[in-house]
């Protein structure tokens, strides 16, 4: 089975702090995304990666960066939290160009007081 | 633009009736299709997808999909509903056309709630 980890399942951060939410997958996938998950607003894209040091900017990526250095790993950066970002954030992987997002984190709940 | 609806925020049924979660879209040329479901306090887990070739479409946990291109709908649907089927359900959609993984619109999402 593949498993995709996220490293906090809970985070509290200050405004103005930088964040980092790592994401680990265990499969060799190409695609790994980072999703950001509302209520009412379903899941929005901020970044994707298809390979090591490939990104490409999802629908909300104003506020964010990421890192793809390894395969198996995407970090997702605030590099000033604020307030608005507060939010439930979902890792995802997947095989083949293409290929849309089939294996999910567990998610991290960032609240940023 | 491409887009998903899901027009219901709150699906209630009984357990052993049968369910239908609502999803229609809107997308240039063939769509591809998926369903999602998320369970409490988890990540999402991928249950089915429509590509092409058959409108109905069998996934994980005997959950089935009706592909409608007439009337742009893709609903989700059991026969008999179970009280672990309580979850969070959303719906996407991307043009067939489209070589890009980023390209994933999904719906806002339908919360299922099946009484014991």
């Known amino acids: 089975d593949v498993k995709v980890t996220q490293s906090s399942r809970y985070l509290v951060k200050r405004t103005g702090e930088k964040v980092f939410l790592e994401c680990v997958q265990d499969?060799?996938?190409?695609?790994m995304f980072w999703y950001r998950q509302d209520p009412g607003l379903g899941l929005r894209l901020i970044y994707f990666?298809?390979?090591?040091?490939?990104?490409e900017k999802g629908d909300i990526p104003e506020g964010y960066s990421v890192s793809r250095e390894k395969k198996e790993r995407f970090s997702l950066i605030l590099e000033s939290a604020s307030t608005n970002q507060t939010s439930m954030y979902l890792c995802?992987?997947?095989?083949?160009?293409?290929?849309?997002?089939?294996?999910f984190g567990n998610g991290t709940r960032l609240t940023v007081t | 633009a491409q887009s998903v609806a899901q027009p219901e925020d709150q699906v209630n049924v009984a357990e052993g009736n049968p369910l239908t979660v609502k999803c229609t879209y809107s997308v240039s040329g063939n769509p591809y299709l998926f369903w999602y479901v998320q369970y409490p306090n988890r990540g999402l887990q991928f249950l089915l997808k429509?590509?092409?070739?058959?409108?109905l479409v069998k996934g994980s946990y005997g959950f089935e999909a009706e592909f409608n291109k007439s009337q742009t709908s893709f609903h989700l649907k059991k026969p008999s509903a179970l009280v672990s089927d309580s979850a969070l359900y959303f719906c996407a959609v991307r043009a067939f056309s489209s070589g890009s993984a980023r390209q994933l619109t999904f719906g806002s999402g339908t919360q299922l709630t099946v009484l014991p």
């Open positions: 429509y590509i092409t070739g058959d409108n």
């Open positions: 499969m060799d996938h190409e695609n």
């Open positions: 990666s298809y390979d090591v040091k490939m990104k």
């Open positions: 995802a992987s997947s095989q083949g160009q293409g290929a849309p997002p089939l294996h």
